[in-house]
């Protein structure tokens, strides 16, 4: 079967097109390595003054982990004790140990886009009345199948079930075509409602499900400021019960 010039032509057009779409910079895969481990970390002088961590960090699976490989400016607190450590929030620290979970956590997943409704015909189970069954509860609202962990924290903003459409990306939908890596949220969304702090549906057919719970999991910015298991204590700045719309904009 002989091809046509114009056919063949088409179709060379299209070839390089869909090259040059996954070439682009803007979806060329980002490779992030973690860094080399550090030498032995000698927590003694640390354990001095912080009783509870050492019982906490000897008996744990992490014993082995030195603080300098979570903390950064030990030497400056050491002098001074009043001089607070920083902590790295950067997953790249863990991946100094945990090599795969961090290549894999970067690592972009095609087979699984962004707004893909679990409750859809073509989902893995489909039920044609899964929308009238759950429709009264708020968390089945545009559950999305997750694409990979470097948009855990991003997609969660954009979903109509979690901040009842506050949210919106300042691209539109390009970017469902960010490439994974390490970006900032405030980067890529917009509150559209800054001056109003309620957590409530602001479009019709959202919903608010979202709560600093999930934003305890879905980052770790907040982890030193956030009270053990969520319960409201005095020493802590957040707990579950936050309001999340103030929770997030730290």
């Not at 679990?118 to 509860?137: F, R």
Request: contains cysteine; aromatic residues 10%.
């Amino acid at each position: 079967m002989q091809i046509s010039y114009v056919t063949a032509l088409s179709r060379i057009v299209s070839a390089l097109a869909m090259l040059a779409f996954f070439t682009s910079p803007a979806l060329a895969q980002q490779v992030r390595k973690a860094p080399a481990k550090k030498a032995p970390f000698n927590a003694t002088t640390c354990y001095a003054c912080h009783e509870p961590i050492k019982a906490f960090h000897t008996a744990g699976k992490h014993a082995s982990v030195g603080c300098d490989s979570c903390h950064g400016g030990l030497d400056q607190h050491l002098g001074e004790p009043k001089t607070r450590p920083s902590t790295k929030v950067d997953p790249a620290a863990c991946g100094t140990c945990h090599e795969n979970q961090f290549r894999t956590m970067y690592t972009m997943n095609w087979d699984k886009p962004a707004r893909f409704e679990k409750s859809q015909a073509i989902g893995p189970s489909p039920n044609p009345a899964w929308d009238k069954l759950m429709m009264p509860h708020g968390f089945t609202r545009e559950h999305n199948v997750p694409r990979s962990h470097a948009f855990m924290v991003l997609d969660q903003y954009v979903v109509d079930r979690a901040f009842g459409g506050r949210f919106a990306p300042r691209d539109g939908w390009q970017y469902l075509t960010r490439p994974g890596g390490s970006f900032k949220v405030g980067d890529v969304v917009v509150d559209q409602y800054p001056d109003n702090s309620d957590h409530k549906p602001f479009k019709p057919g959202t919903a608010a499900a979202a709560n600093p719970v999930c934003l305890n999991c879905k980052t770790q910015d907040h982890i030193l400021d956030w009270a053990y298991l969520g319960d409201p204590v005095p020493t802590a700045k957040w707990s579950r019960t936050s309001k999340v719309v103030r929770w997030r904009g730290t």
